[in-house]
């Protein structure tokens, strides 16, 4: 299958700092990237998608000055989150979508996790 | 996208089949059934998905019941490693390949 990567893997930062995490798709590419948030013994929840050449759409209750998202090449979304707090230390995943030819599926990276002190 | 129940855990013998069972009577007629599972601290793996005939690959088999409204996910010889969160998705095609997640059932393997 295809295969997606996130950068980095596990990050710990200061409170009011800002924290930026790569999603990339190696071996395809993809005009639509999602960012998930996973707290602790609970499911995904879905923060945003992101399309290639335009802005985000972020779903209802997730601000988004504080997480920014860029998805500037066909292969690469970014997600910021500017001024972090120990309350966004989570799991952050994010996932491609391949599509084409009969197919259309979605892969996910492997997960970054933020701990902000 | 119709909502799915998934029991919240499961436990399986190692080598035994796993079957873990979802319910989502409320799904449409163009609505897929997806499965995909997250092993601890990792991504979702996609597993199989289907509309409304069984289907089977190297890693499952989906069974939808011809109603629709429920379906299993069937793992034939369950091992240590097939233990994980296994999550039921229902997506439709105007969705824009969206996955909502529930809550998922947690399946553990036992040696």
């Known amino acids: 299958g295809a295969v997606v990567s996130q950068h980095p893997s596990r990050v710990i930062c200061k409170s009011g700092t800002s924290v930026k995490i790569e999603c990339r798709s190696l071996d395809f590419q993809a005009t639509t990237m999602f960012w998930y948030r996973q707290f602790p013994k609970k499911s995904l929840m879905l923060m945003a998608t992101?399309?290639?050449?335009?802005?985000?759409t972020y779903e209802q209750g997730v601000e988004k000055d504080k997480f920014l998202i860029n998805h500037a090449s066909l292969t690469l979304s970014t997600l910021t989150v500017t001024s972090a707090h120990p309350e966004d230390s989570s799991f952050y995943i994010c996932s491609a979508r391949a599509w084409g030819q009969g197919s259309d599926e979605q892969y996910f990276g492997p997960g970054t996790r933020l701990t902000v002190t | 996208d119709a909502k799915t129940t998934q029991p919240p855990s499961m436990d399986c013998a190692e080598g035994r089949a796993a079957n873990l069972p979802c319910n989502h009577s409320t799904i449409s007629g163009n609505e897929y059934v997806y499965w995909y599972r997250q092993i601890h601290s990792q991504g979702p793996q996609y597993i199989i998905h289907g509309l409304k005939n069984n289907e089977t690959n190297e890693m499952a088999s989906l069974i939808i019941t011809e109603d629709r409204k429920s379906s299993t996910l069937i793992l034939p010889h369950a091992t240590l490693r097939d233990t994980a969160v296994y999550y039921c998705i229902v997506r439709s095609e105007t969705s824009g390949s969206r996955l909502t997640f529930g809550e998922g059932t947690q399946l553990t393997v036992n040696p």
């Open positions: 992101s399309n290639e050449g335009s802005k985000a």
